[in-house]
């Protein structure tokens, strides 16, 4: 706890000019995925390790910390299966759930089928991707913006796209009509950055469910509070 409080402190020098530390962000984050990749440590260890990447986010920013995260292909599975094992629900560790999000933003941008990773014994890798960020739009925890972020990066890759998100668009359908406001909020959220990082030529064809789906749908005064922002969003770029 010394150690991280300290870190902390450092880091908190930087925060009227975080670009100095840019000399150092592979070095920090070096040390910090070796401990999260490092099989058979305890996951406390692991989440204090969690805890500093979320304040170097903090610090710098997503975006400038993403691009020093490693991708390579063989992070993906671990990572998925940790990442399978969390419980959105659990407050208390939303800075891990926020760390395994952003890396898994960069991983999922791998450039091979991700059909290449799926094992005879297992359910495909793109499914389980999927039903954890189904998952975690459902959650409350404050790394839901992450979730967003991941699950719109995801559904727009083209191997995903074809496969997975007209199925996505009518779970979202589902989900608009009969569940909460900030599960609502998600889905919303999720769709409004499909259409941003999609190529305009490709979402063309999924604009007019959405469409339907959005006019159709007769939101309570007390969800739009909620939902207004990312239906806004979600409209704008139709």
């Not at 064809?205 to 959005?214: C, F, G, K, P, Y």
Request: with cysteine; net charge neutral; charged share 25%.
């Amino acid at each position: 706890e010394r150690n991280w409080q300290r870190f902390s402190f450092i880091l908190d020098q930087y925060q009227e000019q975080p670009h100095l530390i840019d000399s150092h962000l592979d070095g920090l984050l070096t040390k910090i995925i070796n401990i999260i990749r490092e099989e058979g440590l305890d996951y406390e260890v692991k989440h204090v390790a969690f805890c500093c990447l979320y304040f170097i986010l903090k610090v710098r920013g997503f975006k400038v910390v993403a691009r020093h995260l490693p991708h390579e292909t063989a992070d993906l599975e671990p990572l998925l299966h940790y990442w399978e094992n969390q419980d959105p629900g659990v407050q208390l560790k939303w800075e891990t759930h926020n760390g395994l999000l952003l890396w898994l933003s960069i991983v999922v941008k791998i450039p091979f089928h991700l059909q290449r990773f799926d094992t005879s014994t297992s359910e495909p890798i793109m499914e389980r991707i999927l039903n954890v960020c189904k998952k975690y739009l459902a959650g409350t925890t404050k790394a839901l913006d992450m979730a967003f972020y991941v699950s719109a990066i995801y559904l727009t890759r083209p191997d995903v796209k074809d496969s997975y998100l007209p199925g996505f668009i009518n779970w979202a359908h589902e989900v608009l009509t009969k569940d909460s406001a900030q599960f609502k909020e998600g889905v919303l959220s999720t769709l409004a950055g499909v259409f941003k990082h999609g190529q305009r030529e490709q979402m063309m064809e999924h604009a007019h469910a959405v469409l339907r789906t959005i006019l159709t749908i007769k939101f309570q005064p007390s969800e739009l509070l909620i939902v207004k922002k990312p239906l806004v969003k979600v409209t704008q770029r139709i």
